[in-house]
């Protein structure tokens, strides 16, 4: 099985920050990297797909990047609902696996 | 619009049995492929099983092969997750999801674009 790792597991910021979150594969995995966010007691939502495309109705202040092992995602400026765990998934082979997360608090 | 609803969690004990189940509105269902993915109290997304749009493909993860049952009623609109020998290990949330796929240049991409908003399942004595 492939394994997700991400960095940092947590972090504070501010509103109006840019924050930047690294996912890695234990091998290459292509573009087949998929973000997602989760707020508490809620479902997670598709931010990103394919490591850069924007899903349809999220705001373009995210954005992902990345290809092989190292993907980043990023928010380019922090907005009060973005406080939330952002996990990383990846799509190469089954079984699907999710990074463990990471959660982004207010500072 | 699109939907899904889960349904079927509950407490039940060790070593016994429990049917979730997941009702698709608002899409075509028999065309997507659809997965179980569960979270713990206080952990992370842990996938569990797949099923192909037709039925005709399963996949599980190793923590729940030869006890858990991907199924779906395309005439239902409704995909079922049978959970067998029930371990405390199993307790979470669990979600079902639509597998969407975008056809690249060169590859097809797949990803989890709809979620439902997940059922709890606690398996205690």
């Known amino acids: 099985d492939i394994q997700m790792t991400q960095s940092p597991s947590s972090l504070s910021a501010s509103v109006g920050d840019r924050v930047t979150i690294t996912c890695r594969a234990s091998?290459?995995?292509?573009?087949?990297l998929n973000w997602y966010q989760q707020k508490p007691g809620k479902a997670p939502k598709l931010l990103i797909y394919a490591a850069s495309s924007l899903q349809s109705g999220v705001p373009s202040r995210f954005s992902g990047s990345g290809s092989g092992t190292d993907f980043t995602l990023t928010i380019s400026s922090l907005q009060p609902e973005d406080f939330a765990t952002y996990y990383c998934q990846q799509s190469y082979s089954t079984p699907p696996t999710f990074g463990p997360g990471t959660k982004v608090d207010i500072k | 619009q699109v939907q899904l609803v889960e349904s079927g969690g509950g407490v039940v004990q060790p070593g016994r049995s429990l049917r979730l189940s997941c009702a698709a509105s608002g899409f075509t269902f028999s065309s997507y492929g659809m997965h179980w993915v569960r979270q713990a109290p206080g952990k992370g997304l842990e996938w569990v099983a797949v099923i192909w749009y037709d039925g005709s493909n399963k996949y599980y993860a190793d923590s729940v092969k030869g006890r858990f049952t991907i199924s779906r009623d395309n005439s239902k609109n409704t995909l079922y997750l049978q959970m067998n020998s029930l371990r405390a290990e199993d307790t979470a949330v669990y979600y079902c999801?639509?597998?969407?796929?975008?056809?690249?240049?060169?590859?097809?991409?797949?990803?989890?674009?709809?979620w439902g908003k997940g059922t709890t399942v606690t398996v205690s004595s």
């Open positions: 999801a639509r597998e969407g796929v975008w056809f690249g240049e060169l590859f097809s991409y797949y990803y989890m674009d709809v």
């Open positions: 091998q290459s995995i292509s573009s087949y």
